[in-house]
């Protein structure tokens, strides 16, 4: 039985890299250009993707020239990094305890991680301390006005019940706040600390492949709707759907998922 969030988040993670990979890296790896605009020149330099699951960031990473290294807890996301980049190095390892030694990497990446983790601070402090001095940390995150969120939980607010038995966790839209991302950056003493709101969207010609992005590509609002009685969750899907038909334009479905670029340096004093 299931009694933390950790131990919710793992189960889920390692029965999802390879629908993960199919039906989410499309949306996340929108990201990779700006993640790499953030950080600067590449060639050479020592980086290290936290949360790496199926690898596509730590791949484009590599692709510019630099030293990469990916890290996830999940072992089957990082068996499928490996699959998809057989020659760099992915290991299994804990984003609140990195297996490195401390001012290791020019840079760290972490995409959408954050919000998978109790503690997101431990993390943050742990990229800070990998990190040689001048070196530049970048996390992202699903921005507040993110539509597929949105549709989701505005589904299961009206029709499905508050479930009392899932695993007690820290709230998942916390660092959608970009006033939020640099106070943390701030307060664990990254310098030069910058958010940006970018644009990626999900389209796909069936409005029902949104319900395989949901159970295939996300844990815990999977758990959420796994969690309600049938006649609630098959309400809760007829209302996804309708959502999702609603954002048909010129026979595909749009929806946009705006996410939070936040990065910040570690000053040369420290
Ligand atoms: C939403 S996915 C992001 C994957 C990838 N970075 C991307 O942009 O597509 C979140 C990843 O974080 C990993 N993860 C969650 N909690 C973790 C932790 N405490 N330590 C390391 N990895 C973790 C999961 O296994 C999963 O691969």
């Given at each position: 039985m299931i009694t933390s969030f950790r131990e919710a988040e793992l189960a889920g993670w390692s029965t999802r890299s390879a629908s993960y990979d199919q039906h989410l890296s499309p949306i996340t790896n929108q990201v990779i250009a700006p993640i790499i605009a953030a950080l600067g020149p590449l060639d050479g330099r020592r980086v290290l993707d936290v949360c790496?699951?199926?690898g596509h960031l730590a791949g484009s990473l590599a692709a510019e020239g630099a030293a990469v290294e990916g890290v996830d807890f999940a072992a089957s996301m990082i068996a499928k990094a490996g699959e998809n980049y057989p020659r760099l190095t992915f290991q299994v390892g804990d984003a609140e305890a990195l297996p490195h030694a401390s001012d290791t990497f020019d840079h760290v990446v972490c995409a959408?991680?954050?919000?998978?983790?109790?503690?997101p601070e431990s993390a943050i402090a742990e990229a800070f301390r990998v990190l040689r001095p001048k070196g530049r940390f970048v996390f992202t995150q699903w921005g507040k006005d993110d539509e597929v969120l949105n549709i989701v939980l505005s589904a299961i607010a009206d029709h499905g019940t508050p479930i009392s038995d899932l695993p007690d966790a820290p709230?998942?839209?916390?660092?959608?706040d970009p006033r939020e991302c640099r106070r943390v950056l701030e307060a664990s003493g990254f310098t030069e600390v910058r958010d940006d709101l970018i644009e990626t969207t999900w389209t796909n010609?069936?409005?029902?492949a949104l319900l395989d992005l949901i159970y295939g590509g996300a844990v815990r609002v999977a758990m959420m709707l796994e969690a309600q009685e049938p006649a609630r969750r098959a309400r809760i899907h007829d209302a996804i759907l309708g959502a999702a038909k609603a954002h048909v334009f010129d026979g595909t479905v749009v929806i946009r998922r705006p996410v939070v670029v936040a990065s910040g340096t570690k000053p040369s004093s420290a």
């Open positions: 790496c699951g199926p959408f991680g954050v919000m998978h983790l109790r503690r709230p998942p839209l916390r660092f959608s010609e069936r409005p029902k």
